[in-house]
Nanobody, 125 residues
Framework: QVQLVESGGGSVQAGGSLRLSCAAS????????MGWFRQAPGTEREFVAA????????YYAESVKCRFTISRDNAKNTLYLQMNSLKPVATASYYC??????????????????WGQGTQVTVSS
């Protein structure tokens, strides 16, 4: 089974930057879609960004497009999320996720079979 561990969360002021990392153990990233989701208290888990195995295509929620960048290092089995120009609304727990096989349904939590425990991001004004 795949184990995912997030790191890099913390507290920053509005306009600041953070880079989240997701280290995977077990099976490699090959043939998997990878994604980042976030969840604030009292809200549903929402899609942030994804990178597909096929063509390494990247996709972003409209709210973070042009400010966040998702990437992965297959050799290191590590997923990254670079977050720039952070806003207070970005305050949430951020979760790394991976599918068993590439499905292309990247914006829904449903196709993701493996999840990390989350890392907290707090953006102050």
């Amino acid at each position: 089974q795949v184990q995912l561990v997030e790191s890099g969360g913390g507290s920053v002021q509005a306009g600041g930057s953070l880079r989240l990392s997701c280290a995977a153990s077990g099976r490699p990233f090959s043939s998997r879609d990878m994604g980042w989701f976030r969840q604030a208290p009292g809200t549903e888990r929402e899609f942030v960004a994804a990178i597909l195995w096929i063509g390494s295509s990247s996709y972003y929620a409209e709210s973070v497009k042009c400010r966040f960048t998702i990437s992965r290092d297959n050799a290191k089995n590590t997923l990254y999320l670079q977050m720039n120009s952070l806003k207070p609304v970005a305050t949430a727990s951020y979760y790394c996720a991976a599918t068993r096989t590439s499905s292309g349904s990247y914006s829904s939590p449903q196709p993701y079979d493996y999840w990390g425990q989350g890392t907290q991001v707090t953006v102050s004004s």
